[in-house]
């Protein structure tokens, strides 16, 4: 049996110290390198050419920086923030899309407490939309709030539930949904201007607005009943243009009759009456050849229709002769 010397505690420690020492031997050239790996590493930065850096300085606001490739101080004393200016964001109201694409995926949460309003008649309704909005101004985006996201989520649910709440039920179902749209997407502007958050909002849109599943079935026979009675009354209007317009015509054909046929009567009595003043005027002049033209008018437009003339001697005394009288009883 072979007996190998087993060391002294104190040989032991002789050759950790030797060992020990060979590593401190290569200790500064490694922190060296690894210091110029860090030092490189936070030198170069990249821009992307859909944002724009912010450069801070321990903390403070330097200046902004172009997409491309940049130089800063490393080691934390520079920090650059890349923010998209050119991204349209998305905010989604009363519901949350899982995954997008060709069959859109939705999540099966609740969010009723988002999509249920109090519209302006006291209905209820489920309403889903969307804030789309572009970032305008990084450094108030970053400095000047601290959840802008929680901002724009707020302001727009306080704004939407508002506009909603100043229209009825149809209103904001129907007619009234583009108006909707574009006074919110004012308000909302409106308000993340006076808090400085640096948005710019390019679309707020109603998606989807319906009655809460509950109560669907009393809105749908109610909207049944409004539809039947907007049907009798636009029936009523087409019997009411059919009949009215058309008694309308013929009282005004009537009057129009009435006052031309008038106006004849008139225009004829005045042209009488002026024939008959210039008739009179030539007469005083001369009565003997007015009384004998007149004559001879009158008998142009009476003997025209006489069935029978006879012609007697203005010397005989009597027409008796030309009567053959008493031709039948000789004939007996």
Do not use: C
């Amino acid at each position: 049996m072979e007996i190998h010397n087993v060391p002294s505690p104190d040989e032991i420690i002789d050759i950790g110290r030797k060992k020990f020492a060979d590593y401190m031997k290569w200790l500064p050239a490694a922190a060296i390198i690894l210091f110029l790996l860090v030092g490189l590493r936070g030198l170069i930065y990249s821009i992307g050419p859909d944002e724009v850096g912010v450069i801070q300085r321990f903390g403070k606001f330097m200046s902004l920086s172009s997409p491309g490739l940049h130089a800063k101080i490393p080691f934390g004393i520079d920090k650059v923030t890349p923010i998209k200016v050119e991204k349209v964001f998305k905010e989604e109201y009363g519901f949350k899309t899982a995954e997008a694409g060709v069959k859109t995926r939705y999540s099966s949460g609740n969010y009723r407490d988002q999509s249920l309003m109090l519209t302006g008649d006291l209905n209820i309704l489920d309403v889903r939309w969307i804030v789309q909005f572009k970032i305008k101004d990084p450094v108030k985006l970053l400095f000047a709030t601290r959840r802008p996201e929680d901002n724009i989520h707020d302001i727009s649910e306080v704004v939407m539930r508002r506009f909603v709440g100043d229209y009825s039920v149809d209103e904001v179902l129907t007619t009234k949904r583009e108006e909707i749209d574009d006074l919110a997407q004012q308000e909302i502007q409106r308000i993340l201007d006076i808090y400085n958050v640096g948005v710019h909002i390019v679309t707020v849109k109603l998606l989807d607005v319906n009655p809460p599943e509950t109560v669907k079935p009393a809105f749908n026979e109610v909207n049944e009943a409004k539809q039947e009675k907007e049907k009798m009354i636009n029936q009523a209007w087409e019997a009411y243009n059919k009949v009215i317009p058309k008694a309308k015509g013929t009282a005004e054909k009537t009057i129009r009759e009435a006052e031309g046929y008038a106006t004849d009567k008139i225009n004829r009595a005045k042209g009488e009456s002026a024939r008959f003043l210039a008739t009179l005027e030539e007469y005083k002049k001369a009565p003997e050849i007015t009384k004998k033209r007149l004559y001879l008018e009158t008998l142009a437009q009476v003997l025209p229709h006489a069935k029978e003339k006879y012609i007697i001697d203005s010397q005989q005394k009597s027409i008796l002769p030309l009567l053959d009288i008493n031709k039948k009883g000789g004939q007996q």
